[in-house]
Antibody
Framework: QVQLQESGPGLVKPSQTLSLTCTVS??????????WSWIRQHPGKGLEWIGYIYYSGSTYYNPSLKSRVTISVDTSKNQFSLKLSSVTAADTAVYYC??????????????WGQGTLVTVSS | EIVLTQSPGTLSLSPGERATLSCRASQSVSSSYLAWYQQKPGQAPRLLIYGASSRATGIPDRFSGSGSGTDFTLTISRLEPEDFAVYYCQQYGSSPTFGQGTKVEIK
């Protein structure tokens, strides 16, 4: 059974960089065929896809966030990470990591982490 | 970007009743690449349906999905107490998007 677990600071100051890591267990990121994704949910709101990384390192980001997002992968640790720069209060959200299943152009999310709340505040 | 509009916003029903949730896309969703998720308070979304009508592993058969093109439906044939939650649709595209959700609440 694949499991994902987010970790990182729960509080980030405005203008700084939000950094989160997702640790995958029960399966290898390097096995291929999956699109390791970050998704966020603003308090009381819907879901917003942020981007994905493939085990090879190729990435694809939501155009609305692309200028501020970097997703990286560490296959030796079976982890992938999110960096979101120049954060504002509008970036306060629960951040989920998830496994995308399908192809690089069309995928759904079959496994999710439990989510971690990140608050942007001074 | 494909915009998904879910209706109704809230559905008030009693256990045992049938729930019908709608998801309408702003443009045709290719190859029925649409998924449905269930989310309970404080939990991550759980995949229910993919490919518009295929149930994910372990999902009870009271959940069914249908539709194609721009109109999709999630049906819960008989509501169980654990089914009261928020449901989201998602289109697969290169930049996946989600609907705003339908809350199924106890009447």
């Amino acid at each position: 059974q694949v499991q994902l677990q987010e970790s990182g600071p729960g509080l980030v100051k405005p203008s700084q960089t939000l950094s989160l890591t997702c640790t995958v267990s029960g399966g290898s990121i390097s096995s291929g065929g999956y699109y390791w994704s970050w998704i966020r949910q603003h308090p009381g709101k819907g879901l917003e896809w942020i981007g994905y990384i493939y085990y090879s390192g190729s990435t694809y980001y939501n155009p609305s966030l692309k200028s501020r997002v970097t997703i990286s992968v560490d296959t030796s640790k079976n982890q992938f990470s999110l960096k979101l720069s120049s954060v504002t209060a509008a970036d306060t959200a629960v951040y989920y990591c998830a496994r995308g299943y399908g192809s690089s152009w069309e995928y759904y999310f079959d496994y999710w982490g439990q989510g971690t709340l990140v608050t942007v505040s001074s | 970007e494909i915009v998904l509009t879910q209706s109704p916003g809230t559905l008030s029903l009693s256990p045992g009743e049938r729930a019908t949730l709608s998801c309408r896309a702003s443009q045709s969703v290719s190859s029925s690449y649409l998924a449905w998720y269930q989310q309970k308070p404080g939990q991550a979304p759980r995949l229910l349906i993919y490919g518009a009508s295929s149930r994910a592993t372990g999902i009870p058969d009271r959940f069914s999905g249908s539709g194609s093109g721009t109109d999709f439906t999630l049906t819960i044939s008989r509501l169980e107490p654990e089914d009261f939650a928020v449901y989201y649709c998602q289109q697969y595209g290169s930049s996946p998007t989600f609907g705003q959700g339908t809350k199924v609440e106890i009447k």
